[in-house]
């Protein structure tokens, strides 16, 4: 394990990640420092913990609007590959539901 000492809107922070992953974690690091402080610079936000908040909101946002990978399901968002997963497990369920009051 590594740990990195960073800054987050001007707040130091003490973080563990895997040997080997410390690039990563300094670029999220950054992303999400860049995000929080565009948020308090635009000025309609006060509160580090609601300005936390926001810029995870569209951080999530960005990521399930992220397009599958190529293959059958490119043409849909993460969230609808996730929403059809749901519904899969739903289908199965229900199937394999009688099934086990066999036994």
Same mark, same amino acid.
């Given at each position: 394990m590594s740990q990195l000492d960073v800054a987050i809107m001007g707040q130091g922070f003490?973080? =563990?990640c895997k040997a080997g992953e410390e690039s990563e974690l300094q670029h999220a690091v950054r992303y999400l420092d860049?995000?929080?402080?565009?948020?308090?610079?635009?000025?309609?936000?006060?509160?580090?913990d609601r300005i936390a908040v926001i810029a995870a909101l569209g951080i999530a946002a960005e990521l399930l609007a992220t397009k599958a990978p190529e293959g059958p399901l490119s043409?849909?968002?993460? =969230?609808?590959?996730?929403?059809?997963?749901?519904?899969m497990h739903a289908v199965l369920? =229900?199937?394999?539901?009688p099934q086990e009051n066999l036994f």
């Open positions: 003490k973080l =563990s860049d995000r929080m402080c565009a948020i308090r610079d635009a000025g309609k936000v006060k509160g580090n043409d849909l968002t993460m =969230s609808a590959v996730r929403d059809r997963i749901d519904a369920d =229900s199937a394999l539901t």
